[in-house]
């Protein structure tokens, strides 16, 4: 087992991250020491915070997280997450579009 600080260092992961995590119930600690309150993870974990934080590099929010963890369908997230980014780039462009039409009014 590993304290905090030396599971924060191998799985590249802040000591804040990690309590964030526990708080969320995304990542428990495999022990807490109840006399020094130390938090100690086991190598397994490791794989648990890597899926984490792909899944948040992949722009999906604690709570869809949560419930891919706890065995929700994955593709139907990604797919609601696909929609929310196809969603954003349109009006995107739209803005772009919008402002591209306004420089050309300020120049005439």
Do not use: C, H, W
């Amino acid at each position: 087992m590993y304290k905090i600080g030396e599971f924060s260092k191998m799985s590249k992961t802040t000591i804040k991250t990690l309590r964030y995590y526990e708080k969320e119930g995304l990542l428990k600690p495999a022990f807490i020491d109840q006399n020094t309150s130390y938090r100690y993870y086991e190598s397994s974990q490791l794989l648990d915070v890597s899926k984490i934080v792909s899944l948040r590099q992949a722009g999906l929010s604690i709570k869809d997280i949560k419930k891919i963890l706890n065995g929700y369908d994955f593709i139907k997230i990604l797919n609601n997450r696909k929609l929310e980014i196809e969603k954003n780039l349109i009006n995107y462009n739209i803005l772009q579009q919008y402002a591209f039409i306004i420089k050309v009014l300020m120049i005439i």
